[in-house]
């Protein structure tokens, strides 16, 4: 990953963009979040690791940056809080950003069986049923397929109290791993 651009998705109080930027030191990484408040403690996340990530305001649906902006997006417990319409817009626009080739690495899949599915309704109490249908039915690849994404591959099931997804760990040793030619 070094020299590439990387995007984090509503990268929240900024621990996965810290953590890519002290993997890999050259690259350049973005956060972007809708909210000024957590992205205070991004700025002091990343000045107490001593590292630079340059911190946007924006929504994710209209991602402030044109097209092949980036080699790499990466987003972690974010999609699960779209509602199906604000979920086709962002991968939309991640695909605008991304160069020809670029990755996009993403968490929350479909519960694996019938236990897992029954703990995800954990979640969908918690965060609604309208925003997470789509992860419990699997159907995330297919919204980033009609948004133009291809080459979908799940790398990774990690099975948590809530339901099946990789950490923000596996997200970050995919992005730091995986070469920009592949878009997931
Ligand atoms: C559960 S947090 C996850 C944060 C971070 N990615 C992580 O793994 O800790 C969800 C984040 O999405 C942000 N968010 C919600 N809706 C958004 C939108 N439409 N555009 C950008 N950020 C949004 C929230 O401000 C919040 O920081």
Aim: glycine share 8%; charged share 20%; proline share 7%.
């Amino acid at each position: 990953m070094p020299d590439e651009r990387v995007l984090d998705v509503s990268c929240g109080t900024g621990t996965l963009a810290v953590l890519l930027k002290l993997a890999c030191p050259r690259a350049d990484v973005v956060g972007l979040d809708a909210d000024e408040a957590v992205l205070r403690h991004a700025v002091a996340k990343a000045a107490r690791a001593g590292v630079q990530v340059a911190w946007c305001r924006g929504m994710a649906d209209a991602l402030p940056f044109g097209p092949g902006t980036f080699d790499k997006a990466v987003s972690s417990l974010f999609f699960h809080h779209l509602p199906p319409p604000t979920k086709r817009a962002v991968f939309a626009r991640i695909h605008d950003l991304l160069v020809p080739g670029g990755l996009f690495l993403v968490d929350w899949g479909r519960p694996s069986g019938p236990f897992m599915r029954a703990l995800f309704y954990t979640v969908q109490l918690l965060d609604g049923f309208e925003s997470t249908a789509d992860h419990a039915r699997g159907r995330l690849p297919d919204l980033m397929r009609e948004a133009g994404l291809v080459d979908i591959v799940e790398t990774f099931h990690w099975e948590t109290p809530f339901g099946a997804r990789p950490n923000r760990r596996t997200v970050l040793d995919h992005a730091v791993a995986m070469s920009a030619g592949n878009t997931a």
